[in-house]
């Protein structure tokens, strides 16, 4: 049986990230850990593209646009929500997380929710690398596996 496996290079590949500049603080230790992620594996700078865009409400949309455009293999979606005083947060994040998915099932471009969902800023910093690992890291190496998976999917039905 023949196998397909994510190879974790990203030379050629292009990717957007969008970022969410609510909680901007998080959401820049996060876009900081997926460029770390992207260099390390051979990423070209002019193949990608940051967009800030105001929230995590707002990021489903770029990033499905983003992905509709036909120049990226990926779009990486970045950004925090923390829990406050009200159901605000179960909002913000139910929301963002379906609005992700389903622009990745429509476009058929990889869109990577890179979206925290924390009950405190201290879970945020933690996952965001100040104390160990960074789920933006994490995000663009699925972003880059994925692209991978589809390329070979994409020459295995030509």
């Known amino acids: 049986m023949q196998e397909i496996t994510g190879k974790y290079e990203a030379a050629g590949l292009k990717i957007a990230i969008a970022v969410s500049r609510f909680n901007e603080l998080i959401s820049r230790k996060l876009l ?13 700078d002019k193949n990608g593209l940051v967009v ?7 990021v489903p949309l770029i990033a499905q646009k983003l992905a509709l455009s036909g120049k990226y293999d990926a779009v990486l979606a970045l950004g925090a929500v923390i829990q406050g005083e009200t159901a605000h ?5 139910a929301e963002s997380a379906k609005g992700l ?10 869109i990577i929710n890179g979206i925290l ?10 996952r965001a ?23 070979q999917l994409q020459a295995k039905d030509a």
């Open 32 to 44: 900081d850990g997926a460029l770390d992620c992207l260099t390390r594996h051979g990423f070209a």
């Open 89 to 93: 947060f179960e909002v913000v994040a």
């Open 52 to 58: 800030w865009v105001s929230g995590a409400l707002e």
């Open 129 to 151: 690398g100040v104390k160990s690992g960074n789920k933006g890291f994490e995000a663009a190496m699925t972003a880059i596996e994925t692209a991978n998976i589809l390329k």
């Open 101 to 110: 998915s389903q622009a990745a099932l429509q476009t058929q471009v990889p």
């Open 117 to 126: 969902t924390t009950n405190t800023v201290e879970q945020a910093l933690a």
